[in-house]
């Protein structure tokens, strides 16, 4: 409890000094909601770090506030982390990086995106639409699922979506399906130490383990790891997906995708680079980089035109573009339905749609599991 009182001496101190002009009240208000969820003891975890000596493991958790590290051997997987109820089954040690980038065949499809830690949120809306049972686990059998990043930040439950989804993975592929986890910003934010929006919880993790938060997420842990083996896109049968865009650039310059995901990969995460970024693989990571881009979104002269978008369709020989990223409040499209942005707002924990597609069809999965097909919007 002690600890907790200190944090909101730091935040409330931080908040004063930052908002000082700003009206009180409003000031009041705003420190409240940053740490009325504190107000009960945290608990996070695990974080399993690869030791260097084999077979050797680290965890970590924070247990209602406090420190709790154990150091295990393990023979043979999966092994499962347990303590204070907040468990993970690690299925292999580090993990190589993913490399393939295009699937085809006749399988049904669900993607959606931009969780940002409404972990509750995501469990409701894959019940309700039938991508996984009312255990958790998956029953789409022979599908693919896609989320189009952003899994971190704003949200108090991104280790659960992390664990959760980890082990959705290998649940998938023991029946024939896939889980395509893809790289947003807020990954590449948080494996670079950009925490401008973890949430105040992440930073009482950080603290009470004397880690920092983005070190959590090292190579060298099961997340980080895995995480760092995930690519920026991915393409199924017609339709190409990734988190925020293709600039038009990268049709014109007929940049491949195994390129593209290739640059983007070699330049993720600064501090691990010998040299800095330059050069292509710093446009990439820039505003109109795959991750961050919004130009489908953007009103005529500063967004793509309608000739750009069937350049890059053309260009990548695919039907749709599916993007995250640039928040809409249910599954729309735009370019006369080329283009299909699937970020639902689920960031605001209300409500959230899965796209669901099977063969030419494609409709709008709703919160409660209804099926509506997808029309041309706006
Ligand atoms: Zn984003």
């Known amino acids: 409890m002690k600890k907790f009182k200190t944090l909101s001496l730091i935040l409330f101190t931080l908040s004063f000094s930052t908002l000082a002009k700003e009206d009180a009240s409003k000031l009041i208000t705003q420190v409240d909601n940053q740490t009325s969820h504190l107000n009960i003891e945290i608990s996070d975890g695990p974080y399993v770090f690869k030791n260097k000596s084999k077979s050797s493991f680290t965890s970590f958790w924070v247990c209602d506030g406090e420190r709790k ?3 295990t051997l ?9 303590s204070c109820g907040l468990s993970a089954e690690v299925t292999s040690g580090l993990v190589k ?3 393939i980038l295009e699937y085809s065949g006749d399988f049904k499809i669900a993607a959606t995106s931009d969780f940002h830690g409404q972990y509750k949120l995501m469990m409701q809306l894959l019940q309700n639409n039938n991508i996984i049972d009312t255990q958790g686990n ?3 059998d022979n599908g693919h699922l896609v989320i189009t990043g952003d899994v971190f930040d704003r949200g108090d439950q991104v280790t659960e979506i992390l664990w959760f989804l980890y082990k959705l993975e290998k649940q998938a592929l023991r029946v024939g399906g896939q889980v395509h986890l893809l790289l947003g910003n807020h990954e590449v934010m948080t494996l670079n130490g950009d925490l401008r929006y973890l949430n105040p919880k992440y930073e009482y993790t950080a603290n009470t383990l004397n880690i920092p938060y983005d070190e959590l997420f090292s190579k060298e842990s099961i997340l980080g790891n895995w995480i760092r083996s995930k690519p920026v896109l991915v393409k199924i049968n017609n339709m190409l997906f990734t988190h925020g865009g293709f600039h038009p650039s990268l049709a014109k310059e007929k940049r491949t995708l195994s390129e593209i ?9 600064k501090s691990e680079l010998s040299t800095k970024r330059e050069g292509w693989g710093k446009y990439l990571h820039k505003k109109n980089g795959p991750i961050w881009y919004r130009g489908y979104f953007k009103v005529k002269d500063e967004g793509a035109s309608n000739e750009e978008i069937e350049l890059l369709l053309h260009h990548f020989n695919v039907k749709n573009i599916i993007v995250g990223h640039t928040s809409q409040k249910q599954i729309e499209t735009r370019h006369e339905g080329k283009v299909i942005a699937i970020d639902s707002s689920i960031k605001n924990g209300k409500y959230g749609e899965v796209l669901l597609i099977d063969g030419n069809n494609k409709w709008r999965g709703t919160l409660s599991g209804e099926m509506i097909p997808l029309e041309n919007t706006p």
């Open 138 to 140: 998956w029953s789409f």
């Open 261 to 269: 995901n290739t640059v983007f990969k070699a330049n993720l995460v």
């Open 74 to 82: 393990i023979d043979n997987y999966p092994h499962k982390f347990n």
């Open 69 to 71: 590290q154990e150091i």
């Open 97 to 99: 990086e993913d490399n």
